[in-house]
């Protein structure tokens, strides 16, 4: 069975610090890893990784897929409060995302 | 803003009764998702629509269906409504089903409750 598990569950952090946010999976027909940011409602698209070592970057978030270890980490330097939210993990096979259940990450003043 | 929009925002019913929730995906995405977010389960897959035709299938109860219409909106209806179906319903979107574009982006959601 399919499956993507995200560590830790939930993390709190004071402002500046740096977090790194855990995703492995077990999932056939892997097609690309993607992390997205929940805050109230909707996900948000952060980044989608196709390819072993290459590392995407947005700003403070960065992001790195390991295909041979199946695994993937999301990174978050001087961390602000306005990053406080639920970070989802998602694997994509044909057609679906099959989602971890989330890191929630609470950053104190 | 993603550029997926749902209606209602918000529903409240009744145990039994059906309802229907709609999408419509971001200009020009010709694929529509729908997922269940329940706080037990986490976001789970329902069902996949490309241009009009049922592409892919994930757990979805034979109680829930859902439609593409030529103008590419979809609606996912849910009947016989049970207490365990209030959840969060998302539509999401994207360009095509192809191997580049499992970039999905998502619509606000509607929260349902059945009472």
């Known amino acids: 069975e399919d499956k993507v598990v995200q560590s830790p569950l939930s993390l709190v952090v004071h402002e500046g610090d740096t977090v790194t946010l855990n995703c492995s999976y077990e999932v056939t027909n892997f097609r690309s890893l993607l992390w997205y940011k929940q805050e109230k409602k909707a996900p948000t698209f952060l980044f989608m990784l196709t390819s072993s070592g290459i590392e995407k970057k947005s700003g403070r978030l960065s992001s790195i897929l390991d295909k041979k270890e199946l695994f993937s980490i999301l990174n978050i330097t001087a961390t602000q409060t306005g990053d406080s939210a639920v970070y989802l993990c998602a694997v994509g096979r044909t057609g679906k995302l099959i989602f971890g259940q989330g890191t929630t990450l609470q950053v104190k003043p | 803003d993603s550029g997926v929009t749902q209606t209602p925002k918000h529903l409240i019913t009744a145990t039994g009764q059906r309802v229907t929730l709609r999408c419509s995906p971001r200009?020009?995405?010709?694929?529509v998702y729908w997922y269940q977010q329940s706080l037990d389960q986490g976001l789970q897959f329902l069902i996949q629509y490309y241009n009009g035709e049922e592409r892919a299938k994930g757990n979805i109860l034979e109680r829930f269906s859902a439609q593409q219409f030529p103008d590419l909106h979809s609606e996912l209806n849910l009947s016989s409504l049970e207490l365990g179906d209030s959840a969060l319903y998302f539509c999401a979107s994207s360009a095509t089903p192809g191997p580049s574009t499992d970039t999905q982006y998502f619509g606000p959601g509607t929260r349902l409750t059945v009472l």
């Open positions: 200009s020009g995405d010709l694929s």
